[in-house]
């Protein structure tokens, strides 16, 4: 069964401290996977695409990687304003096309 | 550039009752999809609609149904309602299928609460 799983649920960080969101997922005929963004009573931001393993893109504070099993989203010196919930989504090709999402992680940065 | 819109933002309806949202997408965007985002399932892929026609649909029953228009704008349908129907509906819009790598934009969703 295509699932996508992303850890841990929830991860509060003081300012500045340096961590890592994983998103890992089983899918057969993967064609991208997506990271985004969700602030509270808002829609999800779209942060980056990764289609094969080894690719890595960068935006300010934000790293996303990705391997054959998962990927990681690595946020460096946070800030405040990058609390917000992290949501990842895997492309599947599986008896039709279909974005499978993740359940998020929750992320609180403390000043 | 304006953004994804969709309206109503909130909705209260009754068992039973049925309802329709409705989404502009980005000028220019050709593609729009429908997810149903709850606490317990998450955001769940329920269609895609590119020129007019229906392209991908997820695991949702016969009773939740869309369409898109001519300029893009689309509609989804929602009939019967039961109270697990209750969650925030966002649309999303993308140049060509979501399926061939495009960058999903998301509208800031419509919140129905099912009594």
């Known amino acids: 069964e295509d699932q996508v799983t992303q850890s841990p649920e929830a991860l509060r960080l003081q300012e500045g401290e340096s961590s890592s969101l994983n998103c890992s997922y089983t899918v057969s005929g993967l064609r991208g996977l997506f990271w985004y963004r969700q602030d509270p009573g808002k829609g999800p931001e779209f942060l980056f695409t990764?289609?094969?393993a080894g690719e890595e893109k960068e935006k300010e504070r934000l790293k996303a990687t990705l391997t054959k099993k998962e990927s990681f989203l690595h946020i460096t010196a946070p800030k405040p304003e990058d609390s917000a919930t992290y949501l990842c989504a895997v492309q599947a090709n599986t008896g039709g096309f279909k974005t499978i999402f993740g359940a998020g992680t929750r992320l609180f940065v403390k000043a | 550039k304006a953004g994804v819109t969709q309206t109503p933002r909130y909705l209260i309806k009754t068992r039973g009752q049925q309802v329709t949202l409705s989404c502009s997408p980005i000028s220019g965007h050709r593609s729009v999809s429908w997810y149903q985002q709850t606490p317990g399932q998450g955001l769940q892929f329920l269609f895609e609609y590119f020129s007019e026609t229906q392209r991908n649909k997820g695991n949702f029953p016969g009773r939740f149904s869309g369409r898109q228009f001519s300029n893009s704008r689309s509609e989804m349908n929602v009939s019967t309602l039961e109270l697990g129907d209750s969650a925030l509906y966002l649309c999303?819009?993308?140049?060509?299928?979501?399926?061939?790598?495009?960058?999903?934009?998301f509208g800031p969703g419509t919140r129905l609460t099912v009594l």
């Open positions: 999303a819009s993308s140049l060509g299928l979501a399926a061939s790598y495009n960058e999903q934009f």
């Open positions: 990764l289609y094969s």
